[in-house]
């Protein structure tokens, strides 16, 4: 059973960056694809980023390319979502999630992710 933790969302500017960290445990961290997720009220949960276990895949939704940066590091059991040039459309509930190997792909789907965090609200102004 993995446990995950967010950290990092806040209140930012549009323009400005914010720098969203998960934490696991109890789990073997390493062996899992890891995605962030975002939902706004009376939306769906979206996928927003995703990487592979070994970080050397990574996928990135279209209305983030350019922005966004998600990475991980093993070592430490944390995946990490840089986001930069932030919009207000962005503003939402960032949820982590780890999910399934897939052979060469990412997951990107909610079906494919098995535990999740509960979640770090990013809200950004105008």
């Known amino acids: 059973q993995v446990q995950l933790i967010e950290s990092g969302g806040g209140l930012a500017q549009a323009g400005g960056s914010l720098r969203l960290s998960c934490a696991a445990s109890g789990g073997t961290f390493s062996s899992y694809p890891m995605g962030w997720f975002r939902q706004a009220p009376g939306k769906e949960r979206d996928i927003v980023a995703a990487?592979?276990?070994?970080?050397?895949?990574?996928y990135n939704t279209d209305s983030v390319k350019g922005r966004f940066a998600i990475s991980r590091d093993n070592r430490k059991n944390t995946v990490y979502l840089q986001m930069n040039s932030l919009k207000p459309e962005d503003t939402a509930v960032y949820y982590c999630?780890?999910?399934?190997?897939?052979?060469?792909?990412?997951?990107?789907?909610?079906?494919?992710?098995?535990?999740w965090g509960r979640g770090t609200q990013v809200t950004v102004s105008s």
């Open positions: 990487i592979s276990w070994d970080g050397r895949s990574s």
């Open positions: 999630a780890a999910g399934r190997r897939l052979g060469s792909r990412v997951p990107v789907t909610v079906a494919e992710y098995d535990y």
